[in-house]
């Protein structure tokens, strides 16, 4: 089991920098800010950090609008900043990932300025330009997953350009050849540089079908689902070149020895499970799994989920879990802080790395942003919708000093409201918080290795209840929880090795909202 790579026992640390830690009074996270609270990733017990977006940009998306590979944004600080940042980290034994944005620069990109400066432009081709239909309109019915067509007019040259998520990130075309040597040299720089891995952004957005017809609309829109859904993205995503790309970005992964590459990646498991490719060619290691985030927080549902998703997996196929991320509603918002603590003994247990996002492990929940200081621009255009993403992406409250000692200013959003006492230094010293759970957690999942790397069996249970086993060299352990908020009477065995909930546990039942991990 020791042999195994460390991202297949290790487990993975969101950091949305913006957010972090602010060191120099801008009231925005930075590098050395990050580098100041590695305490407490290492205190917390993962084994890597992924960072969201560093690099130039200018921020129409938060980092996700890309307008210089290799640097890094004067608001984080710069490739010396990051350097350090790099060594403080492996000097602690942990990995650092970087967030790779392939699908999409910056408006700003020197690439698109030049692009978009003339059709006769070497770099025309970069991007994806057509001419209008014959009525004049976008060149076919593609929507942006921000809302609205995913064609942008352009006067300059009498052309549309592409783009998938926002005006401002602008689709590189990756079937151009001189495109995709420079953004595989971007890569190569990263990992020049040290880098262990790489998040990879809507990696299976990455090629577009010859001739870019229609996608086919979706039967089953209303208008109380995102615009986007109006359409099946079957011709815009999961190109067979993308897979293809996703390989040469795994071949040169490889060619640095034990580096990650996680793929964003939204699909159906069938499908999904392609993205491992195949033990002579394969793509990447994790293609991430969201069906936590977007399942009913039901024992059935998630029993029948993590049954199909184990089903389909290949053979080489190493399972991951997400639970939060700077996308998705924080998880106790969705179900409430007593079940985020079976949630968290849930991602722990489970087969698979498990992704924690920052804040989460305090038990953030749900925090109103008002109106003045909305900043998603996925939420500023489609505001109607409860898909504001600020509510997971407000400041870590480290302590109850002013701004919860992120920042000696008002920070870029505001903190959870309940910062003062749910925040880093007072959970530290409460037993019973969130964070020590994570923490009591992690520990248990590292001294045990059947939690990490072990067999994986579904039990029977009765309703309200998941349960399973772990089971590796001989040690065998059972996790039972109890998804409801009322006692479950159920006959267990065995030696609780620990709960969600304080005070012993009671035997022949789970007390409401109670996981427990049996030896
Ligand atoms: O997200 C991709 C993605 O699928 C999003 O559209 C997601 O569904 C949505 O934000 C949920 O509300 C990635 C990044 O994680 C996101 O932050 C970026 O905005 C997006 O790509 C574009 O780069």
């Not at 560093?54 to 290799?70: K, L």
């Not at 993205?233 to 580096?259: F, K, N, V």
Request: charged letters at 25%; aromatic letters at 10%.
């Amino acid at each position: 089991a020791h042999s195994r790579p460390w991202w297949e026992r290790g487990v993975v640390y969101q950091i949305y920098p913006r957010s972090f830690q602010d060191s120099d009074g801008d009231g925005v996270g930075d590098l050395a800010g990050i580098a100041a609270r590695l305490d407490h990733v290492a205190a917390l017990g993962v084994d890597a950090i992924w960072l969201s977006p560093i690099f130039p940009s200018p921020m129409a998306d938060f980092g996700y609008d890309v307008a210089d590979y290799c640097g890094i944004d004067p608001l984080f600080g710069d490739l010396a900043a990051f350097d350090r940042l790099l060594a403080a980290v492996h000097a602690r034994g942990l990995k650092l990932l970087l967030d790779f944005v392939p699908n999409h620069s910056s408006d700003r990109h020197s690439w698109f300025v030049e692009s978009r400066s003339s059709r006769s432009n070497p770099k025309r081709d970069w991007y994806i330009w057509r001419d209008p239909a014959s009525d004049g309109g976008p060149p076919n019915n593609w929507i942006s997953d921000f809302g609205g067509s995913a064609w942008e007019w352009d006067d300059a040259t009498g052309q549309y350009y592409l783009h998938a998520f926002l005006k401002e990130q602008p689709d590189l075309n990756w079937r151009n050849p001189d495109l995709k040597q420079a953004m595989l040299d971007a890569m190569r720089f990263w990992f020049d540089r040290g880098v262990d891995g790489f998040r990879i952004d809507v990696l299976w957005h990455i090629v577009k079908a010859e001739g870019l017809p229609d996608n086919p609309l979706n039967p089953d829109w209303t208008p109380a689902r995102t615009e986007r859904d109006r359409v099946i993205q079957l011709h815009s995503t999961d190109q067979p070149e993308a897979h293809a790309i996703a390989a040469e970005m795994r071949a040169i992964a490889d060619c640095y020895g034990a580096r990650v590459l996680i793929g964003e990646i939204f699909l159906p498991n069938d499908r999904h499970a392609r993205w491992y490719g195949t033990p002579e060619r394969p793509q990447v290691h994790l293609p991430f799994n969201f069906q936590l985030i977007e399942n009913a927080w039901d024992a059935s549902v998630l029993r029948s989920m993590i049954a199909a998703y184990e089903a389909s997996l290949p053979p080489f196929g190493w399972p991951n879990w997400v639970i939060g991320s700077h996308d998705a509603p924080r998880i106790a918002a969705r179900i409430g802080e007593a079940q985020a603590r079976v949630a968290a003994m849930l991602i722990l247990t489970l087969r698979g790395t498990p992704t924690l996002y920052q804040g989460d492990e305090l038990g953030i929940g749900r925090v109103e942003i008002p109106p003045d200081r909305v900043r998603d621009p996925q939420h500023l255009r489609q505001p109607l919708l409860d898909i504001g993403r600020d509510r997971s992406r407000t400041p870590m409250p480290w302590d109850d000093s002013d701004h919860g000692g992120f920042s000696t200013v008002e920070p870029w959003l505001p903190l959870n409201p309940d910062w003062r006492t749910r925040n880093v230094a007072a959970e530290v010293a409460d037993p019973r918080s969130m964070l020590a759970l994570y923490r009591a957690l992690l520990a248990l999942r590292r001294a045990e290795p059947a939690l990490a790397v072990g067999s994986f069996t579904l039990l029977d249970a009765p309703a309200g209840v998941l349960a399973y086993r772990r089971e590796e060299g001989g040690r065998s352990l059972s996790i039972l929880l109890n998804l409801t908020d009322h006692d479950v009477t159920i006959d267990w065995t065995g030696t609780p090795l620990l709960s969600t909930l304080s005070g012993e546990p009671e035997p022949g039942m789970l007390r409401a909202n109670e996981g427990i991990v049996f030896a």
